[in-house]
């Protein structure tokens, strides 16, 4: 059946893959963006890659009147809220700024939704709310012991959540815990495009294959894992879009969470080599300290959303690597580079750069 839903920050990178497995679902996509942290191309090529019309709204969730406008516009019947600010450092040297934003766009979205009677919500919670695990691989009922204004913005809105949904039993509420979300599109189309020097490992690593940056700094190899370096569980962001259409099929009344990760590691070495070895550039790197605020190793378990949402996520570190080095050596500035007469500062991509993954078959 055809729904109408509203995805918060669907021009974002997560929420432009999740608007394309929507509108090919068949649903209606309605968007709400200010645009903060994203571009109107993203929004242009949701609507190419899944042949279908979506709406957009250029709207800052912090101003509830306009928010309202849109909820007046559309009969939604349930909204994916991605829209927010993510940086760790930025939240650490602004909190009120993360607080405001977030917090402040949430308490908006629950009002409005209540107001014009919409009860199914999914929210983009994250794996840093478990902060320094105590327990690996990670289960929904860790912990939660987030580090940084970011990740205590998120444990916030999580609690937000699970109050709304006390107390008024229509609500059917799932929060995500993503862990590291990495890859692209395999058109090539759409994929990450992080304003400023990347703070994430894959999005840097792709900028030294391009020719972008020189080389990578390696935070530690002095870590308690196999090599020395961090390892991280990353996911395939076309499986993490995924990973939202099963929460969005599998709501029930209350508020339930789900860690939406492989259970698999890599440490920093190995994207390094696997990037290597899909992109066929060098990425020559130096190994200086460790980042603060670092922790060894993150790992989810995913059993509880394999097994409620029946989801899994299989996409491959090698097809994860290939999607986005497709995304980075036909974008080397990103969107910028459909802009005429933007600047660049990469040079021209190799034609046989490219290493895409067939299409999602899901
Ligand atoms: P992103 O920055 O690409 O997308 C977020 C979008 O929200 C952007 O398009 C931005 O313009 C928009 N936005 C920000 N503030 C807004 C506001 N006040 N009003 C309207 N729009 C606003 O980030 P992403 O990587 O796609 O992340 C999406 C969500 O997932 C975020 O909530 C993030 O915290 C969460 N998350 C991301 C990761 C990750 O590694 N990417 C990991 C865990 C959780
Ligand atoms: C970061 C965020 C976390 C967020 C997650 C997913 C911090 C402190 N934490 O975590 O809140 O949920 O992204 O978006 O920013 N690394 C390098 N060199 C680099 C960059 C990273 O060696 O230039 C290493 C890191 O030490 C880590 C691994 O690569 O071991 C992955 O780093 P990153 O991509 O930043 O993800 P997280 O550390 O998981």
Known sequence: MQETILVTGGAGYIGSHTAIALAER???VVIVDNLANS????????????????????????????????FGQHAISSVIHFAGLKAVGESVAEPLGYYRTNLISTINLLEQMEANHVWDLVFSSSATVYGDPDLLPIPEDAKLQPTNPYGRTKLMIEDICRDVAAADDRWRISLLRYFNPVGAHPSGRIGEDPRGIPNNLVPYVMQVAVGRRDQVQVYGDDW?????TG???????????????AALDHLEPGCD???????????????????????GRPIPFEVIGRRDGDIATSLADPSKANRNLEWRADRSLDVMLADSWNWQSKHPNGFADDDPGAPTDAPAPDPDGGGASPMPTS
């Open 224 to 228: 308690n894992t196999a090599d020395g």
């Open 39 to 70: 571009s109107r191309r993203a929004v242009e090529r949701i609507g190419e890659l899944a042949r279908a019309e979506v709406d957009f709204h250029e709207v800052d969730l912090v101003d509830n009147e306009a928010l309202g406008e849109v």
């Open 257 to 279: 969470v789900f860690n939406l990760g492989t259970g698999t590691g890599a440490s920093v070495f190995e994207i390094i080599k696997t990037t290597e070895n899909v992109s």
């Open 26 to 28: 068949g649903h209606r």
């Open 231 to 245: 390892v991280r569980d990353y996911i395939h962001v076309v499986d993490l879009a995924m990973g939202h259409l």
